[in-house]
């Protein structure tokens, strides 16, 4: 028995799986995080590719979408010690590029925007009022990095009452056992970690059952 499952043994790791209305947050695929050229960046085309695969089956599903990024009008105003820890994040000035979007992210003028100034979706953001008034009870959760506003995310979407998902293979990271780690960690205490095909079959399920009780 590994130390995973000794744990599992002991009550953590339960399913919290899906409810009837999911939304989607994409977080953080912005041009300094996905550039590898960038001081905060990686290569992360392939989970852009497969947070694509969400993106389209939640917009098919009319599901809301939300992308996330950071940016500050003053980044050591505003981040505070956190810029002092990362400098990167003091080239991340509101109306400059790399705070927006990659252009790989398959977005339309409908999706949302969350700007942030901290990890966390929803620390200092409407994010939590705004699924909560479009009656969300679950939050799909891909983008980066894993162990840095992705957990942030997802302990705060558990946190505030939504069922937490984390896609798998749409999440990226700079350095593989802290994403490792943190998939865990997550799966473990605050949500469920899955595969992006199963998310994609959830999705499909929930659509049959839509259309059965219309």
């Known amino acids: 028995m590994d130390e995973i499952e000794r744990v599992q043994r002991r009550g953590f790791g339960n399913r919290v799986g899906f409810g009837r ?3 989607l947050l994409v977080v953080d695929f912005s041009r300094s995080f996905t550039s590898p050229a960038s001081s905060l960046g990686a290569d992360m085309a392939a989970e852009i590719g497969e947070a694509n695969r969400l ?8 599901a ?10 003053d980044p050591v105003g505003e981040a505070g010690v956190w810029a002092v820890k990362i400098h990167g994040l003091r080239d991340l000035v509101l109306g400059t590029d790399g705070v927006e979007q990659d252009p790989r992210v398959e977005r339309t003028p409908g999706d949302r925007i969350v700007v942030k100034r901290f990890a966390s979706c929803f620390f200092g953001t409407s994010l939590a009022d705004d699924l909560s008034r479009d009656g969300i009870d679950t939050l799909i959760i891909a983008g980066c990095t894993t162990s840095g506003c ?13 069922r937490t998902i984390v896609a798998r293979e749409a999440t990226a990271d700079r350095l593989r056992d802290a994403h490792e780690q943190s998939l865990i960690d997550i799966d473990l205490k ?9 998310i ?9 059952e839509m259309r059965r009780t219309a």
Not at 64 to 73: D, E, K, R, V
Not at 200 to 208: C, D, E, G, K, V
């Open 190 to 198: 605050y949500g469920d970690v899955l595969p992006v095909d199963a």
């Open 55 to 62: 993106i389209r089956v939640a917009r098919a599903a009319g």
């Open 150 to 162: 992705v957990r942030a995310s997802a302990v705060d979407a558990c946190q505030h009452g939504f």
């Open 200 to 208: 994609l079959s959830a999705f499909s399920s929930l659509n049959q």
């Open 64 to 73: 809301p979408i939300f992308l996330s990024t950071i940016a500050y009008h």
């Open 21 to 23: 209305k999911p939304a």
